[in-house]
């Protein structure tokens, strides 16, 4: 194996490589890792850092999706520079609510979403749970700061919730969602939500207040009723 010790050039300079360490560092990859790229002929690309925080599953994910393209395009748009000079980050912007039934594919175009707002080179924060993780993350239990854990995934600038609606409703259930997406509803922060429940039938699910504010934060799509995961497998 070879010895030779990359120069720093190819990877950008030094600023590059702190910079991908903090961006591996917050998609819980050990920095340390980039020591071993030593005979990689390519150099290592902000795209492939936060790729590699997706499910390998959704790594490769293509939005194409109308209205999950102009989601995408608008955030953009509203992407601000914090210095002259700086790249533009994702601060405020619209939110997405993808209703339709398992398997018709919107957990796959909002990762598609994710991925296109990251190959246009802007600065992106993201995050991505489930509705049935995000709860368990957010239950008090000791040695945990749940409160924390509830204002760091509020303030996320991009914020993926996959099935919304699918966990077993409660007061506990519907307060924290409502404190959630209040929160990020205030803050007119871009989140995508998905979940296999009609529109319609969300109020029942969530409650007045969560549903109320979905409906003023959100574009809609409705998926076809049409399980692709069972197609493909079938064909």
Not at 2 to 7: G, K, Q
Not at 85 to 99: C, D, E
Not at 145 to 158: F, G, H, K, Q, Y
Not at 172 to 197: F, G
Request: hydrophobic share 40%; charged share 25%; aromatic share 4%.
């Amino acid at each position: 194996m070879s010895t030779r010790t990359r120069d720093p050039q190819t990877l950008g300079g030094a600023g590059t490589l702190d910079r991908m360490a903090r961006i591996l560092a917050a998609r819980n990859i050990d920095p340390a890792s980039l020591e071993d790229m030593v005979d990689d002929p390519e150099p290592f690309s902000p795209l492939e850092a936060l790729s590699a925080g997706m499910p390998p599953r959704y790594r490769e994910a293509q939005a194409d999706h109308p209205k999950v393209l102009t989601w995408a395009r608008d955030v953009a748009e509203q992407s601000v520079a914090p210095s002259l000079g700086a790249r533009r980050q994702v601060t405020t912007g619209p939110s997405l609510l993808m209703a339709g039934v398992v398997g018709a594919g919107k957990t796959h175009q909002a990762y598609g979403a994710i991925r296109l707002l990251i190959r246009t080179g802007l600065g992106v924060r993201w995050r991505a749970t489930t509705a049935a993780d995000l709860y368990a993350d957010l239950r008090p239990r000791p040695g945990v700061d749940s409160e924390r854990e509830l204002a760091t995934i509020s303030r996320c600038p991009v914020l993926l919730i996959d099935d919304l609606g699918a966990a077993k409703a409660s007061e506990w259930v519907e307060e924290v969602t409502y404190r959630l997406i209040n929160r990020r509803y205030n803050l007119m922060l871009p989140t995508l939500v998905t979940t296999n429940l009609a529109i319609k039938d969300l109020r029942a699910c969530l409650g007045d207040r969560v549903t109320s504010r979905l409906a003023q934060m959100t574009d809609r799509v409705e998926f076809e009723p049409v399980d692709r995961r069972r197609h493909r497998t079938a064909t």
